[in-house]
């Protein structure tokens, strides 16, 4: 028997395993590339009172962070204490009296009655010299009407922008009446923290 046809199926079996071998390899998903690294969790740095109050604090003489924070705490209730302004809790002080928005819708009332009046009397004495005092009494009592209705529309425009600008400056006011309790305290403050050794800006 010729060896070579013994060996042909040998062969075959070898081709065919070659061949499901790298069929098989084919079929499995390549590898996972790498996860990429997970950044570590940001570590949230408490916020210390300085930095809450807008003021920078450096430890002049090495103090250490936690010694930083009781002095900074001890300077807190001292400034507190001293300038009696919570700066946390600043609050502006009490509103002028301002004009009700009744006042400003009020404006104007009467005029055109007012009008009408006036319009009336120069109506009168117009129709009396041209002989028919009614009818212009009439004429003019209707146009003193329509002025003193455009007068009074004319007021209250004119009251209610006075009340918008009444009310900006109040608002200015408020915003630089905290301003100036937050810059006292701070001023506060910043002496405790400077007394004990720490360059304040």
Request: proline content about 6%.
């Amino acid at each position: 028997m010729d060896h070579s046809i013994q060996r042909l199926p040998a062969a075959g079996a070898l081709l065919l395993g070659a061949l499901l071998a790298s069929a098989g390899y084919a079929q499995q998903p390549a590898p996972a590339a790498p996860a990429a690294a997970t950044a570590a969790p940001a570590t949230s740095t408490p916020t210390s009172l300085s930095s809450s109050l807008g003021v920078f604090v450096f430890p002049a003489k090495n103090q250490s962070a936690t010694q930083q924070s009781t002095d900074e705490g001890s300077c807190f209730s001292w400034a507190k204490s001293q300038t009696g302004i919570d700066p946390m809790n600043i609050k502006p002080p009490a509103p002028a009296d301002q004009p009700h928005q009744a006042d400003a819708a009020n404006a104007g009332d009467g005029a055109r009655a007012r009008g009408a009046a006036r319009g009336a009397a120069g109506g009168a004495v117009i129709g009396a010299i041209t002989g028919d005092a009614g009818t212009g009494a009439a004429a003019g009592a209707a146009a003193g009407a329509m002025a003193g209705g455009a007068a009074k529309r004319q007021a209250k425009r004119d009251a209610a922008a006075q009340q918008q600008q009444q009310q900006a400056a109040a608002e200015q006011q408020a915003q630089a009446a905290i301003a100036q309790q937050k810059a006292t305290y701070n001023k506060a403050f910043s002496a405790c923290m400077e007394g004990k050794g720490y360059t304040v800006k």
